[in-house]
Every structure is written in structure tokens, then in C-alpha cells.
């Protein structure tokens, strides 16, 4: 059973695993369930406007008892695109003499697609003002997995920024047909930031990682949940004054050629403020590297 903000969008058909069972005192009996989730249903999701959850549904009745109801939550990973191939067709599996066809593992399909999405693959983005250019950002792939870090190389151009701020944000925007407030503001999620100091810095690389609990890009006909790196790069404004050479982090102060000088740090930098954002696409993983990433982070410690 799925739940959505204002109610259930897909449950699934109930599975009876036992009836009129009895039991000596003290003893015990494992059931086990299986059941196949529909590869076109959203991720779990909880986000500002709408939530996306998914039940295991457990209910128990004993004689001349009320029911019993156990909700069991459980997380939805879930890749757009894929289509769920699990054995034989029904037709193969009611003749008796066809040949058996090979079950397919659909995790190593899920995987297969996963690892063609975040192949190397280089961008690279020119971010100019009027004044030319600030910098170039370089990315070594198209998408990147849950758990994964985004690695971000700058190459800094003619115009002097004094400092860059990336943050790694989420973006959720409900679509015009089901909103309930006219104009609905997109909704921003920042996961991770990080801030470099870029005076006479030619070129520098910078971190953002993806946490582990979030969900990857997907939309519905509901909302749109997409990702992005923000970047804030503060453009230096300082002018010279007749006779002062001007350097940022320092003032050098000269009147003529050779002569004495006179050093002395600046107290403020005007700047200007450029915004700039980079779609990124954020896909799922399996369980398994999600507790290896999981395990790895908890086991790292600093050396000093």
C-alpha cells in the first residue's frame, strides 16, 4: 500500500498466508512474503508539498478477536525508464513441454542502467559577464548515484573573483494542474555547501556529496523533483585611485617608479554578487552500496 498526501494511489492485491492455524503454546512458524512493486510508481518521497510513502500492511485476526493491523514502512528506490522483466511469459509457463526460459536478475539490470548513466562523460560551462570571463566549470560525469560525491573543477578567467560558494540543492515544483495556491513558488532543499577563498587562484576543485536518505530526480503528474549546484561567485569592484596600484589583498601605494612604497591591507572589497545554476541528475543505487557507503563514512577517521 502506497500513501500520498491526501490518500492511497496504488495498493496491491492481498495475499492470504495462512488460514485456520493452530498452534501449541510456546512455538513458533516463520511465513515468508514476496511481492513485486510496479516499476512505473515514484520513489519514496517526502518533500515540502506532497510525500510519497509505501506500507507493508500485516493484519491478524484470532477467534472472536478484533482484527489485528501492523503498518510496516519500507523505502521505494526506484529508476525511471526501466521495465521489469521477471521469467517466463504466462503462456510458457501453462504449456507443459515449452522450454524454460532463463529468469532475469532485475537487479543487475537496474545496476546495468545505473552504471550507463554515470560514465564519464565530461561538461564543461562557461560562466562570462560583460566584464569577460569568471570561470570555467568542468564536471566528470552526466549523473551521479546516491552516496556519490560531485566533483566540481574551476578554472578561473580574466575577471577576479574574490570568492565561490557551491550548494548542492534539491528542487521540488508541483505541476500548474494540481496546485492548489495559483503560482506555487519551486521549492529549494539545500543538502550540502561548501565555500572557497579564490584570491590568485588560477584554478581549484571543490566537493559537494549527495546524501544517502535523499530521493533521486523523478516527476510524476503531480510534481517535478529535480538537483542543481548553485553557484555565487563574488565578482571584485575595486578601482584604483590616480597614483595607487591595486592588488587584492593588498594596496601597494607609489608615486612614482622606484621610489619608497608604502603596503597596506584593504579594509573592505566592494563586490558584486553573479548567481549561476547547473542542473545535475541524481539517480538510485542498490541497498548494498548504500550500507557500504554508509559503513565506510562511520569507519573514517582523520590522521593527523
Request: proline content about 8%; aromatic content about 8%; charged content about 15%.
Amino acid at each position: 500500500v502506497s500513501t500520498q498526501s491526501t490518500g492511497g494511489f496504488f495498493s496491491s492485491d492481498p495475499d492470504i498466508l495462512f488460514c485456520d492455524l493452530e498452534m501449541p503454546p510456546n512455538s513458533t512458524k516463520v511465513l515468508t512474503f514476496s511481492g513485486t512493486v510496479p516499476t512505473h510508481l515514484p520513489p519514496s518521497y517526502r518533500g515540502s508539498y506532497i510525500k510519497y510513502s509505501y506500507l507493508v500492511l500485516v493484519g491478524l485476526q484470532r477467534v472472536n478477536r478484533p482484527v489485528s493491523l501492523i503498518s510496516l514502512p519500507i523505502r521505494i528506490i526506484n529508476l525511471p525508464g526501466i521495465s521489469h522483466t521477471n521469467g517466463p511469459s504466462s503462456t510458457a509457463k501453462d504449456h507443459p513441454f515449452a522450454k524454460k526460459e532463463p529468469t532475469i536478475n532485475f537487479e543487475d539490470i537496474f545496476m546495468d542502467k545505473v552504471q550507463s548513466l554515470c560514465c564519464k562523460k565530461t561538461r564543461s560551462f562557461e560562466v562570462k559577464t560583460n566584464a569577460g570571463l569568471v570561470c570555467v566549470v568542468r564536471l566528470s560525469r552526466s549523473a551521479y548515484r546516491l552516496g556519490d560525491p560531485i566533483e566540481v573543477d574551476l578554472e578561473f578567467g580574466g575577471v577576479s573573483c574574490v570568492q565561490v560558494t557551491l550548494k548542492l540543492q534539491a528542487m521540488e515544483t508541483i505541476s500548474p494542474e494540481h496546485e492548489t495556491i495559483p503560482e506555487t513558488d519551486s521549492r529549494f532543499t539545500t543538502h550540502d555547501v561548501t565555500t572557497i577563498n579564490c584570491i590568485h587562484t588560477a584554478s581549484t576543485s571543490a566537493s559537494l556529496h549527495i546524501p544517502l536518505n535523499v530521493v533521486n530526480s523523478f516527476s510524476t503528474n503531480l510534481v517535478l523533483v529535480r538537483w542543481q549546484v548553485h553557484f555565487e561567485f563574488l565578482i571584485s569592484q575595486l578601482q584604483p585611485s590616480p597614483g595607487e596600484l591595486v592588488d587584492l589583498g593588498n594596496t601597494l601605494v607609489s608615486g612614482e617608479v622606484g621610489s619608497d612604497c608604502e603596503w597596506r591591507p584593504l579594509q573592505s572589497v566592494p563586490v558584486s554578487t553573479l548567481t549561476w545554476e547547473m542542473p545535475v541528475r541524481v539517480v538510485p543505487t542498490i541497498p548494498q552500496y548504500i550500507a557500504t557507503i554508509a559503513w565506510q563514512r562511520t569507519q573514517a577517521k582523520d590522521t593527523v
